[in-house]
């Protein structure tokens, strides 16, 4: 029998969003059990809160059992997070999903991050006419996936005289940060037409302080991801769209490459999952698979 194999996902912090990414790696374990005849175990391992020196924490209790490899989602640059550089060290393989690589050594699992923030805030300056007030939601600003996104998305606003930029919150990747930020966005600014976001938790606060303010339709949110809250209030009409990423193929995809890695393959550099424009004419494909 082939040998016994344990595989630990390590995201930013306990999220509806990761949990798709761990159904995602348990169904690509269930695929390896089959066609190997061997043992596959993955543990699922969140940090309570965001942050470097709890995301530190986790990752060095993660290694010292020696498990076959670790996935992780940095709340920071690689470089930030000594702990991968010290399980690299014990030669554990180590792969990072939903963010880029700045190291060659170290694969990424992921989509184009810059590329959907790009997609989203194009979309939503050409459905206000390129004029108006937009605000931003910035994540957790040191992450890397969340930087690029919100780099792009200013970028974008910026080539539209018309749109006006306003200061839209930092939520650090929690949904009642989120509602708490963007309710008070809302009542400074009684004439926004638009938020964007740079994350799965901030369209899921907005979206309740948008409710909640009977702004509904007056302001328009295209989103981040695709996880069942996002999915609601897009078929309610609360959140216009989504540039979503594809959380449970990157869970899958970082099992089958922690598992090539801890045969030594020679590992690509980056594996592109995707990403999905969800809207009213789709939503409901998306929510048929949301179980």
Known sequence: MARAL????????????????????QSQAEILRRELGAEIVVDYMPPSIAGVVEQ???LETAAMNRPSGIAVDP?????HITAINRIRAQGIPVILFDSPSQDAAIT???NNFAQQGTIAAERLAKLIGGVGKVAVMQGYP??????????????????YPGITIVEGGIDNDDIETAREQASAVLELHPDLRGYLCCDASGPIGIATAIKNAGRAGKVLVVSMDGI????????????????????????????????QASLGVQM?????????????????RYLADAV
């Open 6 to 25: 344990r595989f630990i996902i390590v995201p930013k912090v306990a999220h509806p969003w990761f949990d798709e990414v761990y159904k995602g790696a």
């Open 56 to 58: 530190n924490a986790i």
């Open 75 to 79: 709340v920071d640059a690689v470089g």
């Open 108 to 110: 990424s699992v992921g």
């Open 142 to 159: 040191t992450a890397p996936n969340h930087k690029e996104r919100y780099e792009a998305q200013m970028a974008v606003l910026g080539q």
């Open 228 to 259: 069942k809250p996002i999915l609601d209030a897009i078929k309610e009409g609360v959140i216009e769209s989504s540039s979503a990423t594809i959380p449970r193929m990157q869970g899958s995809m970082s099992v089958l490459m922690l598992w």
């Open 268 to 284: 690509p550099q980056a594996i592109d999952t995707g990403i999905d424009v969800i809207t009213q004419q789709n939503v409901d």
